[in-house]
Antibody, heavy 120, light 107 residues
């Protein structure tokens, strides 16, 4: 059973960079697609983007200019960086694994989520 | 972006009821549709992918159907642990998009 665990600061100042790490246990990161999804308090889910272990990425155009996802296969971790944050970036951030199906990929495992608040 | 619209936004049901939630895509997505369950303060849980395939470990009381633009999630006999918010998501094209959620409450 794959387990994912997010870690990182729970408070980030406006205009700074949000940085989170997801550690993958009981499964190799050298396969699959590794994603980030966020959920503002009391709201719905927003897909941020993914990193494929071979180096491919795909980001939500609404965040593309500010987001970066990378993978460290030696540590079985992947990371999210979101720059120039504002209060609108306050949300619970989830990491997730996506598996291939046909020509698409679907989420099968989620981390427990971590709340990041943007405030001075 | 593909817009996903769920209906209803909320519903009240009793234990033992059969419940159906609808998800409509703004354009055809074949069967690239997933369903998730989220309980308060918890991460979403993956229920269904490819519109009708159950994730490993998900009980058979959950079922999904549909193709193209119209999809349904059905819970055959609602149990106390099923009261939650349910989301659909398309993974046909990027960016992936979710429905706004359907909250299933106890009547």
């Amino acid at each position: 059973q794959v387990r994912l665990q997010e870690s990182g600061p729970g408070l980030v100042k406006p205009s700074e960079t949000l940085s989170l790490t997801c550690t993958v246990s009981d499964g190799s990161i050298s396969s699959y697609y590794w994603s980030w999804i966020r959920q503002p308090p009391g709201q719905g889910l927003e897909w941020i983007g993914y990193f494929y272990y071979t180096g491919g990425t795909n980001y939500n155009p609404s965040l593309k200019s500010r987001v970066s996802i990378s993978v460290d296969t030696s540590k079985n971790q992947f990371s999210l960086k979101l720059s120039s944050v504002t209060a609108a970036d306050t949300a619970v951030y989830y990491c997730a694994r996506e598996s291939e199906y046909g020509s698409g990929t679907y989420i099968d495992y989620w981390g427990q989520g971590t709340l990041v608040t943007v405030s001075s | 972006d593909i817009q996903m619209t769920q209906s209803p936004s909320s519903l009240s049901a009793s234990v033992g009821d059969r419940v159906t939630i609808t998800c409509r895509a703004s354009q055809g997505i074949s069967n690239y549709l997933a369903w998730f369950q989220q309980k308060p303060g918890k991460a979403p849980k993956s229920l269904i992918y490819a519109a009708s395939s159950l994730q490993s470990g998900v009980p058979s009381k959950f079922s999904g159907s549909g193709s193209g633009t119209d999809f349904t999630l059905t819970i055959s006999s609602l149990q106390p642990e099923d009261f939650a918010t349910y989301y659909c998501q398309q993974y046909y094209i990027y960016p992936r998009t979710f429905g706004q959620g359907t909250k299933v409450e106890i009547k």
